[in-house]
């Protein structure tokens, strides 16, 4: 690792996690984590519920105690440190704004403990409130504010502090879609403005591809991927990461040879080819393919290569695509999406189709495996890597 | 021509059948349970309607209407409340001892619901479960136990306490204590601990985000245990009488007690009973009021039936 990255991880709100370990009466929660997060990078734990990644949040927050290794902050290690000495503020799922003051008082609380004057504390929450655009509504009370206006001032609670890292515990899941599109180029924004380092942990894909700058996916308490929005929704490593993102047209197959660019796959009496993944693999794997990759041709001809023919089994409209869903030769279910451009594509159930599976968007993958994502944080570190 | 979709001949409507059909009806309220419920509470509130009634009569008779007058309370200048020291230090020392447990039941119940709340580990399941004893015992049981421990133990703490006002103190802040916890938790439970963690994480120490944070959320439980004490403590019969040592010990309960039954006694004791009867009634209704009143609905729906609960059990 070269210097430049080293002082980048030990300045201005950088979080490593070593070997990060929490069990709760036998069930393991967090099963020894490694990360690093730069400082002032927005990064997102995703997963599904009860993969541990509030549990991880927490550990770092300082209201569970690790059983196993360490959270460092700065390169401080913060384990014997307890949560209100802590530079880390949290966002609550549910806000936690206290009933009992009002706006004004409840950005101003955590000013308590830090013996400013009273002048002083005021200034800076109402400049707080300000910064998330609540500046009139300084004397309500939390009860009379709506969801995201709710979440806005919990927002500025926690920034007046100055932490080095803002924790956020899903604090988007509370409000309706519309707001919560809103908010997220809202916060994404704000983060880039205040530069401090952002921990996100959600269950919603869309949330932690659109804002983050790296992801990692959780599975039962260990950390299956790390890497950039693009890195894990196009270059999945495992097959719960690439189920996990979006939909995953995941197929059984066989490898049985591979060359230069590629390797050959045997699904079913049909031959496929593909560019992308674990391409020197043999043997039983899995493949996965994106919807929006899938091409449907007309039954006509011959068919080129890397298609398969299929049945229309019924087709679901969004909106904005109409997701297809086609039953292979094979056997296989595959979805396709197709972009609503206004010109009329009738598909109806029982139209036969030939699927075009172009070979750059077929990914073989070998199962979930260590190796395998500590490959992708090693690329993701190293500015010349290009491996895909 | 065949009939098709003749619609059958209705019966007659007789007094009978309609009569069946408004009882029947599925949509019509339920009346006979209306009607039991009304049934009940006139058996059980009509005697103590009455009693009240009387305390207001005119003569010295506790069952014949002779006239409506205040001389009971106090317009007579000897046998009136007000004015007999019998009656007068009954009321002033059942005061005194409910003013007593409410001052000492009330922080030390708080305290220990705080304590139990955020016990982990071994012991926590049978301390949460003798903090329930007192609600379940027998007064009786508990009343000839703590007499048997002050008069009878010869260690020290006990032996140091004579029956009396003291005793009697100890002896209802014992039960009263269980009550407090019952109210203090269930509000605790419904408040959560995440306003705690927030205010931690904001930089307070956990004492501070106790005292700036959770007592004042609290604030409504801690009322209503307050007047759930006085109430308690007001009407308790047992305990005080066993505890108590002489004359200068009687409560109103203890009062009506011993003369209830007697023949030379005027409708005072009427005014008395009334008297009880009121303030226990102010004292709870005032902490459902409160609970009500303070704190979203469900907390204070949560909090509303365990003190309902609790009013139930020592009714």
Same mark, same amino acid.
């Given at each position: 690792?070269?210097?430049?990255?080293?002082?980048?991880?030990?300045?201005?709100?950088?979080?490593?996690?070593? &070997?990060?370990?929490?069990?709760?009466?036998?069930?393991?929660?967090?099963?020894?984590?490694?990360?690093?997060?730069?400082?002032?990078?927005?990064?997102?734990?995703?997963?599904?519920?009860?993969?541990?990644?509030?549990?991880?949040?927490?550990?770092? $927050?300082?209201?569970?105690?690790?059983?196993?290794?360490?959270?460092?902050?700065?390169?401080?290690?913060?384990?014997? !440190?307890?949560?209100?000495?802590?530079?880390?503020?949290?966002?609550?799922?549910?806000?936690?704004?206290?009933?009992?003051?009002?706006?004004?008082?409840?950005?101003?609380?955590?000013?308590?403990?830090?013996?400013?004057?009273?002048?002083?504390?005021?200034?800076?929450?109402?400049?707080?409130?300000?910064? !998330?655009?609540?500046?009139?509504?300084?004397?309500?009370?939390?009860?009379?504010?709506?969801?995201?206006?709710?979440?806005?001032?919990?927002?500025?609670?926690?920034?007046?502090?100055?932490?080095?890292?803002?924790?956020?515990?899903?604090?988007?899941?509370?409000?309706?879609?519309?707001?919560?599109?809103?908010?997220?180029?809202?916060?994404?924004?704000?983060?880039?403005?205040?530069?401090?380092?952002?921990?996100?942990?959600?269950?919603?894909?869309?949330?932690?591809?659109?804002?983050?700058?790296?992801?990692?996916?959780?599975?039962?308490?260990?950390?299956?991927?790390?890497?950039?929005?693009?890195?894990?929704?196009?270059?999945?490593?495992?097959?719960?990461?690439?189920?996990?993102?979006?939909?995953? &047209?995941?197929?059984?197959?066989?490898?049985?040879?591979?060359?230069?660019?590629?390797?050959?796959?045997?699904?079913?009496?049909?031959?496929?080819?593909?560019?992308?993944?674990?391409?020197?693999?043999?043997?039983?794997?899995?493949?996965?393919?994106?919807?929006?990759?899938?091409?449907?041709?007309?039954?006509?001809?011959?068919?080129?290569?890397?298609?398969?023919?299929?049945?229309?089994?019924?087709?679901?409209?969004?909106?904005?695509?109409?997701?297809?869903?086609?039953?292979?030769?094979?056997?296989?279910?595959?979805?396709?999406?197709?972009? &609503?451009?206004?010109?009329?594509?009738?598909?109806?159930?029982?139209?036969?189709?030939?699927?075009?599976?172009?070979?750059?968007?077929?990914?073989?993958?070998?199962?979930?495996?260590?190796?395998?994502?500590?490959?992708?944080?090693?690329?993701?570190?190293?500015?010349?890597?290009?491996?895909? | 021509?065949?009939? !098709?979709?003749?619609?059958?001949?209705?019966?007659?409507?007789?007094?009978?059948?309609?009569?069946?059909?408004?009882?029947?009806?599925?949509?019509?309220?339920?009346?006979?349970?209306?009607?039991?419920?009304?049934?009940?509470?006139?058996?059980?509130?009509?005697?103590?309607?009455?009693?009240?009634?009387?305390?207001?009569?005119?003569?010295?008779?506790?069952?014949?209407?002779?006239?409506?007058?205040?001389?009971?309370?106090?317009?007579?200048?000897?046998?009136?409340?007000?004015?007999?020291?019998?009656?007068?230090?009954?009321?002033?020392?059942?005061?005194?001892?409910?003013?007593?447990?409410?001052?000492?039941?009330?922080?030390?119940?708080?305290?220990?619901?705080?304590?139990?709340?955020?016990?982990?580990?071994?012991?926590?399941?049978?301390? &949460?479960?003798?903090?329930?004893?007192?609600?379940?015992?027998?007064?009786?049981?508990?009343?000839?136990?703590?007499?048997? !421990?002050?008069?009878?133990?010869?260690?020290?703490?006990?032996?140091?306490?004579?029956?009396?006002?003291?005793?009697?103190?100890?002896?209802?802040?014992?039960?009263?204590?269980?009550?407090?916890?019952?109210?203090?938790?269930?509000?605790?439970?419904?408040?959560?601990?995440?306003?705690?963690?927030?205010?931690?994480?904001?930089?307070?120490?956990?004492?501070?985000?106790?005292?700036?944070?959770?007592?004042?959320?609290?604030?409504?439980?801690?009322?209503?245990?307050?007047?759930?004490?006085?109430?308690?403590?007001?009407?308790?019969?047992?305990?005080?009488?066993?505890?108590?040592?002489?004359?200068?010990?009687?409560?109103?309960?203890?009062?009506?007690?011993?003369?209830?039954?007697?023949?030379?006694?005027?409708?005072?004791?009427?005014?008395?009973?009334?008297?009880?009867?009121?303030?226990?009634?102010?004292?709870?209704?005032?902490?459902? $009021?409160?609970?009500?009143?303070?704190?979203?609905?469900?907390?204070?729906?949560?909090?509303?039936?365990?003190?309902?609960?609790?009013?139930?059990?020592?009714?």
């Amino acid at each position: 690792m070269s210097d430049e990255v080293r002082a980048e991880e030990t300045a201005g709100g950088a979080i490593e996690l070593r &070997n990060l370990s929490k069990d709760f009466d036998g069930f393991v929660a967090v099963d020894a984590i490694d990360l690093r997060i730069r400082g002032g990078e927005f990064f997102s734990l995703l997963g599904p519920s009860g993969c541990g990644k509030t549990t991880t949040l927490r550990l770092v $927050a300082g209201f569970e105690r690790p059983s196993a290794g360490a959270v460092l902050i700065d390169g401080a290690d913060l384990s014997q !440190v307890p949560a209100h000495r802590r530079n880390v503020n949290t966002v609550f799922q549910s806000y936690a704004l206290f009933p009992h003051l009002d706006v004004l008082e409840n950005v101003a609380y955590g000013l308590r403990w830090q013996r400013l004057s009273k002048a002083d504390a005021r200034r800076r929450a109402t400049e707080a409130l300000d910064l !998330v655009q609540l500046g009139e509504l300084a004397s309500r009370r939390p009860p009379q504010l709506s969801g995201g206006q709710q979440q806005r001032v919990a927002l500025a609670r926690a920034l007046v502090l100055r932490p080095a890292v803002l924790l956020l515990d899903e604090p988007l899941g509370a409000l309706d879609a519309k707001i919560r599109k809103q908010l997220r180029i809202e916060l994404k924004a704000l983060q880039e403005e205040v530069g401090i380092t952002f921990l996100f942990v959600t269950h919603d894909q869309e949330e932690a591809l659109s804002m983050s700058d790296r992801i990692g996916v959780m599975n039962e308490g260990r950390i299956d991927q790390i890497g950039t929005p693009q890195d894990v929704y196009e270059t999945p490593t495992t097959v719960f990461v690439a189920d996990f993102l979006g939909v995953a &047209n995941l197929m059984s197959v066989e490898a049985v040879s591979s060359d230069a660019g590629g390797c050959e796959l045997r699904v079913g009496d049909f031959r496929l080819r593909a560019c992308s993944g674990d391409t020197s693999a043999r043997g039983e794997a899995k493949v996965v393919v994106r919807p929006e990759r899938v091409e449907i041709r007309a039954h006509d001809g011959t068919p080129p290569p890397n298609c398969l023919p299929g049945m229309v089994d019924r087709t679901i409209y969004v909106g904005s695509n109409l997701h297809v869903v086609i039953r292979l030769a094979t056997g296989a279910l595959v979805q396709a999406s197709i972009a &609503n451009t206004g010109s009329v594509s009738a598909y109806s159930q029982g139209d036969p189709v030939l699927v075009h599976l172009p070979d750059d968007a077929l990914r073989l993958l070998t199962g979930d495996g260590d190796d395998a994502a500590r490959r992708t944080e090693a690329v993701a570190e190293d500015p010349g890597g290009a491996a895909r | 021509m065949t009939s !098709v979709g003749l619609p059958a001949r209705r019966p007659p409507e007789t007094a009978l059948s309609r009569a069946a059909a408004w009882i029947r009806n599925p949509w019509g309220r339920p009346r006979f349970l209306a009607a039991a419920t009304w049934l009940y509470l006139a058996w059980a509130l009509l005697p103590v309607l009455a009693a009240i009634l009387f305390s207001f009569n005119d003569g010295r008779s506790r069952s014949v209407w002779q006239g409506f007058s205040i001389r009971w309370w106090w317009g007579d200048p000897t046998f009136s409340v007000f004015h007999d020291p019998t009656l007068t230090h009954a009321l002033t020392h059942s005061l005194e001892l409910a003013v007593l447990d409410m001052a000492i039941a009330t922080p030390l119940g708080v305290i220990l619901a705080l304590g139990l709340a955020r016990w982990r580990g071994r012991g926590s399941g049978t301390a &949460n479960f003798l903090m329930l004893v007192p609600l379940v015992t027998p007064e009786l049981a508990m009343a000839v136990a703590l007499l048997l !421990v002050f008069t009878q133990l010869s260690i020290v703490p006990f032996a140091l306490v004579n029956l009396g006002t003291t005793a009697q103190v100890i002896g209802q802040v014992t039960f009263s204590l269980s009550y407090v916890v019952v109210i203090v938790r269930s509000r605790l439970a419904s408040i959560g601990p995440e306003y705690e963690e927030a205010a931690r994480d904001l930089g307070a120490s956990p004492r501070q985000a106790l005292r700036t944070v959770l007592v004042p959320l609290l604030f409504p439980a801690i009322l209503a245990s307050m007047l759930i004490c006085f109430a308690l403590s007001i009407d308790d019969f047992v305990v005080t009488q066993y505890m108590s040592s002489d004359a200068g010990t009687t409560t109103i309960p203890m009062y009506l007690y011993a003369n209830a039954r007697g023949g030379s006694t005027t409708p005072a004791i009427n005014a008395l009973a009334t008297i009880l009867v009121l303030v226990t009634l102010i004292g709870v209704g005032a902490a459902f $009021a409160i609970l009500r009143s303070f704190g979203r609905r469900t907390e204070a729906r949560d909090t509303t039936e365990a003190v309902s609960g609790l009013a139930a059990l020592e009714a």
